[in-house]
Every structure is written in structure tokens, then in C-alpha cells.
């Protein structure tokens, strides 16, 4: 039986195809499982934290005694400290019987706790545990921050915490390493329990240390992934090219990436044709994968839209990013950045604040517009209208900006000068979705946004077009903006260009003009 791409639950090398982790599991144990350190694996949703701890412990267990444990539907345990030792000595127990453990060592471990001091003897049956095996212990718990908001939790990593410091100090035996995976930074549990309030510190995981590794895909990484499909399928892709464009979209986010692929592997059957084969995993292929994404159910974006009801700060601010080209220096200490870095919305870039992904920033664009699409005039003027921008299967970018500029001076002609520079470039993608929705993509070119000029790039059907969007600013501003359209023309091979201007000026001429740039041509709206 053949490989197939996972994006549910576990990924094993036998099974699926996968990226190989090994480079990165042995600098885990290098780096955080030699020395005894404890630590968290705190990622986004999705971002292979179970994988990871699957393939460490495969690792680690001919040299230690690996205890994996996962708190995912452990809300039982939590009820008292009776229920909490109680079950945790069952759940390590029942691991303990797996790996072949003394039947004496797991009978002792075994007993029932006390019921008048029930941690305390689960502290003492750890000691005795890590005494007796004769291997150091490692403790894995997954999906730790199901639980991170009952305060008997924080009284098991206090008793961790005690227990590690006392081995430190040569007075007590106890787990070598601990290493917990979950979304929520373990540090910083009061965030999770009042996310309105300024983050508080107060959990007794002060002892672990910061686990950096970069746990993200690169485009090498994905490459060598796609040279194991491809020794299976021979669809002759072009694999570096496909893994670029794949990191592209996704910058390296493990769900995401394996989820194209999994839509792209779903083209093909045992008995596809060569040109089935190699239509399957080209560029036009890709985005209509990404649109995919993008419209199907996803517990990955539904908790991104309750994640930006729970912490409006971050939705402020994300919002500003995108609408408004607003600059935010990266400080982690921020609570709102480090809030939505937690979660995986955004990512550190040249030392601004920048969301993580193209997939994210598209998704994140269309949930904002779509608060405003109901009751918007040019919203529904452009639904009720969509299908002339559309013939033998092209999209007619000229005649959607011409018609934008028609709508828009009807539509917002009183608009004062502040309303347009802060909801012009809104307004122009609430036009645009319905009229791409469903067949085409669109996203923004992070580079070039600020408050001042917005780069959209739209794929439609295997076709690529460049749209400035900018506010007014001179003549010798927008000649610096027609030579930098002109660089990326130049970079995605195309001849035509398009330009949005929101300009203020008494004596403009609204309207679409074509301007002739040597032999490329650039087609400008003015409203």
C-alpha cells in the first residue's frame, strides 16, 4: 500500500509521507534531553507538536524510560487532588506495563494513594519509580493546556518544580527531563484564564527552560517530502519549483502544507494519464488547492476567528496591518503580539510585526470583510453584477477597475478625504471577492504594504494579475509607484500592469487611462 499525506492526528514515516524530522529530534536531544532540562512545546494548532513527541520518544526510548501521557480528554483527573494523583498513577501505569517494566517496580507503583494526602504520595511514588528502573525517566505530557486553567494543575507543576529543584541540590531522584506540548505558553496560564486583563505570570513552570526550535517547513524540507511522492507517482512536477510555491502560501505552517498536498495527492488515481499526472501538481493546481482551503470547514480557522473575538486588542491591531499598512515594531513582551504569535496569526519580520502566512492573511482579510459585506452597497452591487467580469474564462481586470470607478463615485462621492485613506483599499477588495470568489485567490504583498501604497496580487484560473492600490500623494511619489509595479511586472513575467489610485486632487480625471511603458502596458484607474 501506497503513502498518503495526513493532516489528522499522528504522522508515522511508515504510513504517510512526511517531512523528515530526525535533523531536529536529535537537536532536541542534543540540546534540551542530554543536559535534563525541562521545557514546553508551545506551537499554534496544527504545527506538528504530536508528531514531534512521537518521533522524540521513538528516539529516546532504547537509552530512557520514556512516560508519554496526553491531557486531551483528562478533565476526569481534575476533579480533586484525589483524582489527580489517583490518575495520574493509572494513566503512567498503564505505560509503565507497556514497556515491560519489573512487575515488582509497577506493583509498588501500582498501590492506591493515600486519600488524606494523595500528592504527596504520588510524589514519593515518582522518587521511588526514577530510583528503581535503573534509566532515566522522561515525562511527555500532550495537549497539557487542556487543562491549564484548574489550579490543581498548577499544583502538579509545583510539585515538578520542587522535585526538580531538590534532584539540582542532590536530595531527591526524580524525572530527568519533562516536556510539555500544548498552544498556550505554560508561563503565562493567567492569559488563557482572563484574556481580557494585561497577561500575569503565574505558574510555577519558571524552571523551564525556552525551547527554540524552529519547528516550521522550509522549501527543502517540503522538496524532500515531494521526491518521496514523486518516486511513487512519477508525475514529473517540477519539484523545487512546486515546493517554493508551496512554502510561498504557507511559510512552512506543517497543517498547511500538508493539506495542499493532500488536496493535490486527491487528482490523482493508479490509473491516471501522464498529462492527469503532471496537471495535478503544476501552479494553477496549487491555487485552486489554496482556494480550497480557504472556503472548506476548518477547526484551524474557527479557532482563529473565536481567538479574535476573545482578544479584540490583536484583532485591532491585525486589522491595522492589513487595512491600514500600520507599522508595529516586534516586541515579544507586547501582550498582544506575543499573544498572537502564541497562537501562530503572527510572526516576527525585519523587525515589524507581519501576519504569518499568505493563507492566513487571505483568510484573515476575508473574515474582516466579510463583517462589512452585508449591509455594502458595492458589495452587493459587484455580486449581483460578477458575471460580466468574466469571458471565455478570464477575468477582465480592466472592466473591473472601470466599473469600481463608476461604483465608487456613485456610492461614496461625499466621502470626506479621511474616510477614503482609511477604507479605500477596503472597500476595493469587499468589491473584489465576490467577483474571484470561489474560482480565484488573492493576497497582499507584505512587502510593499503601508499606509501609503498596498500590492495585490490575484491568481484567477492559471492567470496572474498585479494591482497597485495607493493613496495620491504627487506626481513624483506616483512615478516611484509606477517603477515598482514595473518590478514586479518584470518578476512575474507579465506585460500588463494595473493601478488604483485614490486621489484627492480637485483636478484629477476619475476614469481608466492605459499608459505604455516601452512595451508593457499599465492600466490606471482613478477614483
Known sequence: MKKAFTVTGLCVPERHYMVDLSDRVQRIVDEYIVPGKYFTINRARQYGKTTTLYMLEEKLK???????????????????????AEGLVRTIGAKLRRQGIREDILQEWMQPVSESFPMMDLDEKITRLCQDVGKKVILMIDEVDKSSDNQLFLAFLGLLRTKYLAQLAGKDTTFWSVILA????????KQKLH???????????NIAVSFTVDMSFTAKDIASMLREYEA???????????SQILYDYTSG?????????????????????????QAAWNEE??????????????????????????YPKLKEMIYSILFQGKKYAYEAENSRIRIGAMFGFVKECNGAVAVSNRIFETKLYNLFL??????????????????????????????????????????????????????????????????????GNYYIESRTRNMKRTDVIIDYKGMRFVLEMKIWHGQEYHKRGENQLLEYMDYYH?????????????KKQPGVKKILLGERMLVEAVV
Not at 476526569?76 to 489527580?84: E, I, K, P, R, V
Not at 484574556?195 to 513552570?205: L, M, R, V
Not at 511513487?232 to 512546486?242: A, H
Not at 482556494?291 to 476548518?298: D, H, M, N, Q, V
Open 62 to 84: 532504547q537509552q530512557y524510560l520514556v512516560v508519554s501521557i496526553s491531557f486531551e480528554a483528562a478533565d476526569d483527573l481534575f476533579q480533586s487532588s484525589g483524582t489527580l
Open 182 to 189: 500544548g498552544v498556550y505558553d505554560i508561563k503565562n496560564l
Open 195 to 205: 484574556p481580557g486583563e494585561e497577561s500575569k505570570y503565574n505558574s510555577p513552570w
Open 232 to 242: 511513487d507517482w512519477q508525475t514529473g512536477m517540477e519539484i523545487e519549483k512546486v
Open 253 to 277: 505552517y506543517p497543517f498547511l502544507v500538508s493539506r495542499l498536498c493532500q488536496i493535490l495527492a486527491e487528482n490523482l488515481k493508479e490509473d491516471s494519464t501522464k498529462q492527469e499526472r
Open 285 to 310: 493546481a496549487i491555487q485552486n488547492a489554496v482556494g480550497r482551503i480557504l472556503k472548506e470547514p476548518s477547526t484551524l480557522f474557527d479557532d482563529m476567528s473565536k481567538k479574535l473575538h476573545d
Open 370 to 439: 466579510s463583517e462589512d459585506e452585508t449591509d455594502n452597497l458595492i458589495f452587493s452591487t459587484a455580486d449581483m453584477e460578477k458575471n460580466q467580469f468574466v469571458r471565455g474564462g478570464c477575468l477582465q481586470m480592466e472592466l473591473v477597475l472601470q466599473k469600481f470607478c463608476e461604483y465608487f463615485e456613485d456610492i461614496y462621492a461625499d466621502a470626506d478625504e479621511k474616510f477614503v485613506e482609511d477604507n479605500g483599499r477596503r472597500i476595493f477588495l469587499i468589491y473584489l471577492k465576490p467577483i474571484i470568489n470561489g474560482t
Open 494 to 506: 507579465l506585460q500588463k500592469g494595473y493601478m488604483l489610485s485614490f486621489n484627492f486632487n480637485k
